[in-house]
């Protein structure tokens, strides 16, 4: 089965799905087979996308208009497809830079296998540029990293909130500035301090 996902960045009306729903449709994609987004390409918490992926199963083809459409990220893309592919799905670009990657055919494989190597190869140069510039902080007696996103301060408002049955685990991250992820390394649903709240702390 043919599954097709569209996206556009904003959702006022400036841009419209209707190139892309026009071309998926005459690709073979059925209409209610159709997902769709109004986000932008960094999101990876893209309903659509969301729906869209747990809907395919082994043996039917994702279809997208463009690789950009599914996402900017090349990190992101070849991990979504590594996943993909280990459940048997392929995946089908219609048009744009990605145009020759059909994951259905050896020659669309190829090609997807050179975007992966080419993934790994900017991760390497990023962290081998990252462990160079720490290096060299050290060197001249600063400290490297990235400052913490969570303070004392942050994880006492965090340990309260938590604690109470109607705070909203989304807000209080926007709140905070921290991410879902970073939360939960700090306390638990019930506010209790976890394993790096506690490091926090003892700093």
């Not at 959702?11 to 986000?39: H, I, N, P, T």
């Not at 043996?59 to 991990?79: F, P, Q």
């Not at 670009?93 to 059909?102: E, P």
Request: proline share 3%.
């Amino acid at each position: 089965m043919l599954i097709g996902y569209m996206r556009v960045s904003k959702a006022d009306g400036s841009q419209a799905l209707d190139l892309q729903r026009d071309a998926l449709l005459a690709a073979g994609v059925k209409r209610r087979q159709l997902y769709e987004d109004f986000a932008s390409g960094r999101r990876d918490d893209r309903p659509g996308l969301e729906a869209c992926t747990k809907a395919l199963r082994e043996g039917d083809t994702l279809v997208v208009w463009k690789l950009d459409r599914l996402g900017r990220d090349l990190r992101h893309l070849v991990n979504l497809v590594h996943d993909l592919t280990g459940r048997g799905v392929g995946l089908k670009v219609l048009t744009g830079h990605g145009a020759a990657i059909d994951t259905t055919t050896p020659a669309g494989k190829l090609v997807f296998g050179i975007f992966a190597a080419l993934s790994e190869f900017e991760r390497e140069l990023i962290s081998e540029r990252t462990r160079a510039g720490l290096a060299s902080a050290r060197a001249r007696g600063r400290k490297g990293g990235r400052p913490f996103k969570m303070t004392p301060a942050k994880l006492g408002l965090a340990m309260n909130a938590m604690g109470k049955p109607e705070t909203s685990v989304a807000d209080l991250c926007a709140e905070l500035g921290v991410t879902r992820q970073t939360l939960y390394r700090h306390v638990d649903p019930n506010g209790t301090l976890r394993a790096d709240g506690k490091k926090l702390l003892a700093r």
